[in-house]
């Protein structure tokens, strides 16, 4: 029986584990955000646009571009992510998903 048990942990999702964890939401999120700060860099450096000048059509400070940027940071609200989108000249698209 333990042979069993060990068997069926063998293939399971890491968003299992961290569902079994109960911080999957958290994780969830903190990737996201990560994800959209590496999407706005990205778009700052093929647009050769510099944090000074993302302040400027932020019409925000430099240090708070540095907080949106920083992939540790997690209280982003999602008004300043939809800014930072349109600065660089994108758009912020959100979805439900099931």
Do not use: C
Request: glycine share 4%.
């Amino acid at each position: 029986m333990s042979k069993m048990k060990s068997k069926a942990g063998i293939g399971s999702s890491f968003d299992d584990f961290l569902k079994e964890e109960g911080i999957y939401e958290d994780a969830q999120e903190v990737a996201l955000l990560r994800v959209f700060a590496w999407q706005i860099k990205e778009a700052m450096k093929t647009s050769a646009i510099t944090k000074v000048e993302m302040a400027k059509r932020m019409n925000t400070s430099r240090s708070q571009i540095d907080r949106l940027l920083d992939p540790k940071d997690d209280h982003v609200e999602l008004a300043t992510l939809a800014k930072a989108a349109e600065a660089v000249g994108k758009k912020l698209s959100l979805q439900l998903v099931a």
